[in-house]
């Protein structure tokens, strides 16, 4: 008789933006299909899960995708007996696990393992905090902290078996490359052009920049996601409510919105372009996976933590590049994310696109050693408290 698989309830409440749930479906799929675990992924908005994952229904309340039960995360929680509670319970970002549920945990005679997976940071106190207990007052229970990060001691990056051999096949076939942008409505790549892909947040002083790039030396293709910073730039060259299929731009510059593409199709736009503007988390992870040169724009946050994430990275990214690029890529980087001073500074970036390109291709290999985070968060759980 088979051993049933460990069953793992991962909470994922989407707070803003694509990242939570962008994360939390990443995480399960791959500790389902790599690690063969019992996962189910209970997600409070399953409208933003269809955006990333089109098989997701949102009025169901149970429904299964990529060897995943998704359940539908609603107030009142359903009642839960002991029995019901997974061996190992993830809650992501910190979000507060339901009170039934905790009751339910408490009350197991063998305590699940409770972790928190937290925020992706470079800064220097994550490798401290990576790991740590947190007993919880009232209850009979620990929970661990796992911390993703860029460096040994640190839960690593989000990174799939077979991720970079596929991106490398990719990368090295034209026709597949043609075939995708023949999917998305575009020519294929022209000799001499440059392709980039813009995931940002809203900019309200992306004009310059716009105008920067509309009398660039060579042809310059922007694909935007539909969204706030999509409608911007249609609305900059006069087409209102701009969305997916629209295209616009002047001189040297066509921007086409596309629509927003199932994770795995996103990770192809990436290694398909030259340049990734990408933001958040998980498309600032892939974007590195990629290979690619990018900039990075962090997710806002109160008090400026942002800008420190922000140097944070600069500061380790950068520790391998020369004088000059690293001058000129933490100048674009910062103009972008103060929203000003991108067009002055895109030529100086634009000048070491090369060096960039080797520059991503041996921190993807530095990073490789780290480990998975899923395979490291495995492992975190299988440890005896
Ligand atoms: O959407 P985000 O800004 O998410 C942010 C951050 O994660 C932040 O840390 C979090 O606290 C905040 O949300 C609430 O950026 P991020 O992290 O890159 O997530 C975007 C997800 O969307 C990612 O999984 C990639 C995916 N994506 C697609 O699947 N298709 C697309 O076309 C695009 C543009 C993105």
Redesign the pocket.
């Known amino acids: 008789m088979s051993v049933p698989a460990p069953r793992w309830d991962i909470f994922c409440s989407v707070?803003?933006?694509?990242?939570?749930i962008?994360?939390c479906?990443?995480l399960a799929r791959q500790l389902a299909g790599e690690h063969g675990l019992q996962v189910r992924l209970w997600v409070d908005d399953l409208a933003s899960f269809r955006?990333?994952n089109p098989e997701i229904d949102p009025a169901q309340a149970v429904q299964y995708s990529r060897g995943v039960e998704v359940r539908h995360w609603t107030a009142p929680f359903p009642a839960v007996a002991p029995g019901d509670v997974a061996e190992v319970v993830i809650d992501t970002?910190a979000c507060t696990l339901p009170e039934a549920y905790l009751r339910a945990m408490a009350a197991c005679a063998e305590r699940p393992r409770w972790v928190t997976v937290e925020?992706?940071s470079a800064e220097d106190w994550v490798a401290g905090c990576h790991g740590l207990p947190s007993p919880q007052p009232g209850l009979p229970l620990t929970r661990h902290f796992f911390f993703p990060g860029f460096v040994p001691g640190t839960g690593g990056l989000l990174c799939e078996h077979g991720l970079l051999e596929a991106r490398h096949a990719f990368q090295a076939d034209a026709a597949a490359q043609a075939a995708f942008w023949a999917d998305l409505g575009l020519p294929p790549g022209r000799e001499g052009e440059l392709r980039l892909s813009l995931?940002a947040?809203d900019c309200a002083h992306i004009a310059p920049l716009l105008h920067r790039w509309e009398h660039s030396a060579r042809p310059l293709r922007v694909l935007v996601?539909e969204g706030a910073l999509a409608r911007r730039i249609g609305a900059h060259y006069g087409v209102a409510e701009a969305g997916a299929g629209d295209v616009c731009g002047a001189g040297a510059l066509a921007v086409h919105v596309?629509?927003?593409?199932?994770?795995d199709?996103?990770d192809h736009?990436l290694w398909a372009c030259g340049l990734n503007f990408?933001?958040?988390?998980?498309?600032?992870v892939?974007a590195l996976w990629a290979g690619r040169p990018l900039v990075w724009q962090p997710?806002r946050q109160d008090e400026d933590a942002h800008t420190d994430k922000l140097d944070a990275f600069l500061h380790r990214y950068c520790a391998g590049l020369g004088a000059r690029e690293a001058a000129a890529l933490r100048d674009l980087w910062q103009a972008w994310n103060r929203e000003q001073g991108m067009a002055e500074h895109w030529d100086g970036f634009l000048a070491h696109r090369a060096a960039y390109a080797v520059h991503a291709e041996l921190w993807r290999r530095q990073m490789s050693v780290l480990g998975d985070l899923v395979t490291n968060l495995v492992f975190f759980c299988a440890k005896p408290l």
């Open positions: 707070v803003d933006n694509f990242g939570d962008g994360i479906w990443r955006r990333i970002f925020h992706l995931f947040y996601p596309l629509p927003f593409l199932e994770q199709r996103y736009l990408v933001r958040g988390e998980d498309s600032f892939r997710y």
